[in-house]
């Protein structure tokens, strides 16, 4: 039986593991290396800035930083990387700081005598004393509710492409206003789409400014310090003292999660996002079909009325959802054993990542809802890594022979420890 298995490995499940196995653990850790960041288009850049965007290791020794210095790639404050750059570290960080990746996935975690059992997507049966979820953002993906059903002939999430080059001379419809749906429209104009866009709630697109310098003197870094989610002193909360967010009324907690950081444009990606010329902000989708052409029709609401589009695709660039309901991973037993926080159904998280299924650990944005915006971003992994680590072996000693690693200490829904 293995002390721990990590189930993802994406930049917080290769975090967790090199925290576990530095602490010597007996750890298997599953999952294809930053799978979801090498599934992006080509040409896509990094939001973040390259020093908020480290993977986790205990001596630090394997950051971003060390990767680009030993590629002679200048990875500096205000300059943009290229996400297959990003995805490359990634693997790097891997094969350095994870032992014996299983780039299999996990089909399947239940509870299990002693812990948890688990099974891989061929077929193979483990056993763990305790278990880290991992699971990144795929398994969350919100896709507007006239959307949901139809054909992905006809409508796919913006995570589901690889690249944009199928769309060259077709009429394509972007929902959403953040990065992910600039970006896409963007990328789509340039490699020839014949009409793109732009469909968001929003009523103005919001952009980001390109970042003041890292020295800019006393009292303009006391009035805005910066941080890895943006300038100021908010960001400086969420970002710094993700604990401290945890311990805020849950009522707070909730709004700030649907608020903070809303939908936003990276700085550099405004001049290139000026082609595209239809914006439709304001409005939102009420109904879609297939019509008799093989075509796209939907119906959009806004100020003036409805509208009604027709598009040959739509790509939803509309985030992702914490709801444990998307967590298929987990047994059904083992989702209706927990407790959630928020009207979005995610699981609560205790002090150190632990749910309320002793043993059961989670990471990523999955706890967003409990930690804050940090956990959105890859700058949460160097928070999760060492403390969910320290859950863990917290979690092993108390745990043991007839313990309480993987059974509610109640009869019902365990409480979250502190």
């Known amino acids: 039986m293995y002390d721990l298995v990590v189930v993802g490995a994406g930049p917080y499940g290769l975090s967790v593991a090199a925290h576990a196995a530095a602490r010597g653990l007996h750890l298997r850790t599953f999952g294809r290396s930053m799978a979801s960041w090498h599934a992006m288009p080509s040409g896509m850049f990094l939001k973040s800035e390259p020093w908020a965007s480290h993977l986790s290791d205990p001596e630090g020794a394997y950051g971003l930083d060390a990767y680009a210095a030993a590629r002679g790639v200048r990875a500096a404050h205000g300059v ?10 990634g693997d790097w960080f891997a094969r350095r700081a994870v032992p014996a990746l299983d780039e299999r996935l996990i089909a399947s975690v239940a509870p299990g005598a002693g812990g948890f059992e688990l099974r891989t997507a061929d077929g193979e049966a483990l056993r763990a004393r305790t278990v880290a979820l991992a699971v990144g953002v795929l398994p969350f993906m919100e896709i507007p509710g006239p959307l949901r059903g139809l054909p992905r002939r006809y409508v796919t999430h913006s995570s589901h492409h690889g690249e944009l080059d199928g769309f060259a001379g077709l009429d394509v419809t972007v929902v959403g206003a953040g990065q992910a ?9 340039e490699q020839g789409a014949a009409t793109v866009r732009i469909v968001a709630r929003a009523d103005r697109l919001h952009w980001n400014t390109l970042p003041p310098a890292l020295d ?29 967010f945890r311990r805020l009324p849950a009522a707070t907690r909730e709004r700030i ?3 903070a950081l809303g939908p936003a444009g990276a700085w550099w990606l405004r001049e290139r996002f000026a082609a595209i010329g239809n914006v439709r902000l304001g409005q939102r989708i009420t109904s879609a079909s297939v019509t008799g052409a093989g075509r796209l029709r939907i119906d959009v609401a806004g100020p003036e009325g409805t509208t ?3 598009t040959d695709h739509v790509i939803a660039a509309t985030g992702f959802t914490p709801s444990l309901d ?22 609560e998280v205790g002090g150190l990542f632990e749910s309320s299924w002793p043993g059961l650990f989670l990471a990523g944005l999955l706890t967003a809802p ?10 949460g992994a160097e928070y999760t890594a060492g403390r969910l680590v320290k859950g863990v072996r917290q979690r092993l000693r108390a745990g043991g022979p007839g313990g309480a690693v993987g059974r509610p200490r109640t009869g019902g829904k365990a409480p979250v420890t502190a």
């Open 80 to 89: 943009p990387l290229p996400v297959d750059f990003f995805a490359a570290y």
């Open 181 to 189: 749906a600039l970006e896409t429209a963007a990328l789509l104009t």
């Open 216 to 244: 800019r003197g006393l009292w303009p870094a006391l009035r805005a310090p910066h941080t890895g989610l943006g300038c100021g002193w908010k960001n400086k909360l969420y970002a710094d003292t993700p604990g401290v």
């Open 257 to 259: 999660f649907d608020s």
């Open 308 to 310: 009604v589009l027709e």
């Open 326 to 347: 998307r967590a298929g991973v987990l047994s059904p037993a083992l989702r209706g054993a927990l407790r959630t926080v928020g009207a979005g159904g995610a699981p």
């Open 370 to 379: 409990s930690y804050g915006p940090s956990m959105r971003f890859v700058l």
